[in-house]
């Protein structure tokens, strides 16, 4: 669980501690294996690596580095209290990449230690984007001085050392604010977790950020605002880098965690090195990115994803409705696009991931559920992700929301995308909730999902993984109450792990309740593995099967807006049709339309 330098005089004990939430019933949510790979953790432990390299706390220091993500790793607090003792109490906890939902479990990891005098930093989201958006009292961040914990706001590369040596002399500040001073990544260390950790995720999937910064504007997005809308990015060089040291350790998927990779200006020389370390020295990459719904209007940038190794693409499709992409600042998200775009991807055997977003203005339980059925029908994606529309502290919707007083939820521990945290215009609190878990049960039916697996057999994207994604993506919502992307294998719960405020239960119900919930969850998992397991099979084995074509895989024609019901029924459908239809007028006057 720990990097340990050599022998030296003194050992400075950093401890990097990536917190987890609580769920429903206050229970910390950690998993035997975790879905994804922390890369707040990967990055700090890479840049904390190198300070122990460079001896910057001195020839006579060495630096010792705890690993923790607590989603699938047990913050062992007396046995991190004990490992101070044993070093003089010299050293200092990190909580690090913490976003607003995990503000509460970060400031109740970081009591003990504080009682214990021990220093304790905590960076990420939440505190970056309250600094950024909002004045330096706002959202709790008066508890991290109470409790004496300095708060770090801004990216750690080049500025890790000045905090590791106020600590080891015992001056760590309140407050270091670098995010008017964003740094270069180029030639930064680069992101790394050593096999060990990696092990504890799904899949062997390492992660890495090969840019910052997005050019867009989306009002609910807190990216931006933290990490600013110039691009920042890692050079091909400093890729290859990170890509052979994973593959010395048996790492060879990644999930390159840039917001929109397709924004990365730098992405063309990255891939042209991937492709070389693909297909020259046989290293079988595999690659999950994110990207933009205009992505394929970039010259052969799918068809170098493809040859990279990227075999799943994440798209911020968000809605269907035009009025409601409109409201939340996300005009580069056209509707007549949609098809071309995911069409592209499935020409190259690339399965496709989409967020979409639940709350708009526009949005009430019968349009959603009008729109699930229109996505089914008529766009070829493979797997949906819903998310609540939620006031992100960081974010431009936060903060109008926050300057005008509008009540929003103060339990922080629920800014996870998946609850209702503020009023909406035409939904109830309990309407909206309501329809959030229906979502899932909406688009991930048996018959829906056979449809899937009958698409992907058509465009070749691989069954197997397709599988594996809807068993998880069809399943831990009404299992786990959890979004997928937070779920995992076997979850895990201790009795003394529930928040401070909420009652220790009786071992006698606790554990029955737990042991039995668990067997009853993993019988329905298993029936719904071998359900999709023996439909792909057969579906496979079927003659034709590579020849099957519906709506959502016809390739786009010149009377689909006059055809299909994403063009005429959805929200300002219509109005997006005739404003695409005037542009084009205006800019090719003379052509056939």
């Not at 340990?4 to 005089?9: G, I």
């Not at 003792?85 to 976003?99: H, K, S, T, W, Y």
Request: aromatic fraction near 8%; include cysteine; proline fraction near 5%.
């Amino acid at each position: 669980m720990s990097h340990v330098s050599e022998a030296r005089n003194r050992r400075f004990q950093l401890i990097l501690i990536k917190p987890s939430h609580y769920d429903d019933n206050g229970y910390v949510i950690r998993w035997w294996r975790a879905m994804i790979p922390s890369n707040s953790l990967a990055a700090l432990y890479g840049i904390a690596l190198d300070c122990a390299d460079r001896e910057v706390l001195g020839a006579d220091t060495a630096i010792d580095i705890t690993v923790i993500d607590e989603t699938n790793t047990r913050v062992n607090i007396p046995m991190l209290l004990d490992q101070f003792r044993r070093n003089d109490n010299f050293g200092m906890v990190a909580l690090i990449g913490v976003q607003s939902n995990q503000y509460p479990r970060a400031l109740d990891i970081a009591r003990p230690f504080r009682d214990a005098s021990l220093p304790v930093a905590m960076g990420g989201f939440h505190v970056s984007g309250c600094l950024a958006m909002l004045d330096g009292s706002a959202v709790g961040l008066d508890a991290c001085r109470k409790m004496g914990i300095a708060m770090f706001a801004g990216e750690a590369e080049g500025r890790l050392e000045t905090v590791l040596r106020d600590a080891a002399s015992g001056q760590l500040q309140s407050l270091y604010n670098f995010m008017n001073d964003l740094p270069s990544i180029d030639g930064a260390p680069v992101p790394f977790l050593p096999k060990r950790y990696i092990e504890h995720t799904l899949g062997l999937s390492a992660s890495f950020d090969a840019g910052r910064g997005c050019p867009y504007q989306c009002s609910f997005c807190t990216i931006i605002n933290v990490q600013g809308r110039k691009s920042r990015f890692r050079s091909a060089d400093d890729v290859e880098k990170l890509v052979r040291l994973n593959w010395a350790n048996g790492i060879h998927k990644f999930f390159i965690t840039d917001d929109n990779f397709a924004r990365n200006k730098e992405w063309e020389a990255i891939f042209d090195r991937l492709i070389a370390l693909k297909e020259k020295e046989a290293i079988p990459l595999g690659l999950m990115i994110q990207v933009d719904t205009l992505c394929h209007r970039i010259e052969n940038f799918i068809e170098k994803a493809k040859r990279a190794g990227v075999t799943r693409v994440f798209i911020g499709l968000e809605n269907v409705n035009p009025d409601n992409l409109i409201a939340a600042k996300k005009a580069q998200n056209k509707i007549t696009e949609y098809r071309k775009m995911l069409l592209a991807w499935k020409e190259q055997g690339i399965m496709t991931l989409a967020g979409y977003i639940l709350g708009f203005p526009a949005d009430t339980p019968e349009t959603i559920r009008r729109d699930i059925a229109i996505i089914q029908e008529e766009l070829p994606i493979d797997v949906i992700e819903f998310f609540c529309l939620t006031p992100l502290p960081g974010s431009e919707d936060h903060q109008v929301l926050w300057k005008s007083g509008v009540e929003m939820d103060a339990d922080l521990n629920i800014y996870d995308v998946e609850h209702v945290c503020t009023a909406h215009a035409k939904m109830t609190k309990r309407e909206w909730e309501a329809i959030y878990r229906e979502a899932w049960l909406l688009y991930y039916t048996p018959k829906h999902m056979k449809t899937l697996l009958r698409r992907a057999i058509a465009t070749g994207v691989p069954v197997g993984s397709l599988v594996k994604v809807l068993v998880t993506f069809a399943t831990m919502v009404p299992l786990e109450h959890v979004h997928p992307l937070q779920s995992g294998i076997l979850r895990l719960k201790r009795r003394s792990e529930r928040r401070p405020e909420l009652p220790q239960e009786n071992p006698m119900i606790f554990w029955p309740r737990f042991v039995c919930g668990t067997l009853a969850k993993h019988v329905i998992l298993a029936a719904t593995i071998v359900r999709l397991v023996s439909t792909g099979f057969l579906i496979s084995q079927s003659p034709g099967s590579r020849k099957y074509m519906d709506r959502a895989l016809m390739p786009v024609g010149a009377d689909d807006e006059e055809k299909l019901d994403l063009f005429t029924r959805t929200t300002g459908g219509s109005a997006a049709v005739k404003h695409v239809k005037k542009i084009a007028r205006l800019t090719h006057p003379g052509q056939a339309i």
